[in-house]
């Protein structure tokens, strides 16, 4: 039990548990194994989630999405906010009335600015385009798909920001 706590504290401080601590660790665990897994973009990402949770969330494998998003053959993550539970009294503090951040960690760019770049969405995916790479899929609000036909937008990235592709 000492050890359970100490670990969940280092965790929770957004330090990757070690592999050889893993005996002790209980909350979090899909998403701790990627924290061990000695890839530098995986560990930033979980520690990004564990700060801005401000301890250790709950993160189903549905939050957290991969795909070429910049073209670079290198895996890039998507984290879907509507998804993770923090611990606390602000379960999802992401999240406004109707929509969630999606943090958007570009294996190339975050390792040069150490920020993701965000985007609003009532639900996240990720889409293959005709290029090879993939597109952030986003859900809108009512307000948004007025003038469209959907209410799903995509982004792709252009080399120095996403835009909306029409």
């Not at 359970?4 to 965790?11: L, Y």
């Not at 990757?16 to 194994?33: D, I, K, N, R």
């Not at 990402?45 to 670079?72: E, F, K």
């Amino acid at each position: 039990a000492a050890m359970r706590t100490c670990v969940e504290r280092w965790s929770g401080m957004g330090h990757a548990v070690p592999a050889a601590l893993s005996e002790f660790w209980t909350e979090g665990q899909e998403t701790a194994a990627a924290s061990v897994s000695g890839e530098p973009l995986w560990d930033a990402v979980w520690a990004y989630i564990v700060r801005g949770c401000s301890g250790t969330p709950s993160v189903p494998d549905i939050a957290i999405l991969t795909g070429n998003l910049d073209g670079d053959d290198q895996e890039d993550i998507v984290v879907d906010w509507r998804e993770i539970k923090c611990p606390g009294a602000n379960p999802r503090p992401f999240c406004g009335a109707s929509m969630c951040s999606a943090d958007v960690f570009l294996s190339g760019s975050f390792e040069r600015s150490g920020q993701p770049e965000q985007l609003l969405a009532l639900g996240v995916g990720i889409v293959p385009l005709s290029n090879g790479n993939f597109a952030v899929r986003t859900g809108g609000t009512l307000a948004m798909c007025q003038p469209a036909t959907s209410c799903h937008f995509l982004w792709y990235w252009n080399g120095q920001t996403f835009d909306r592709l029409k």
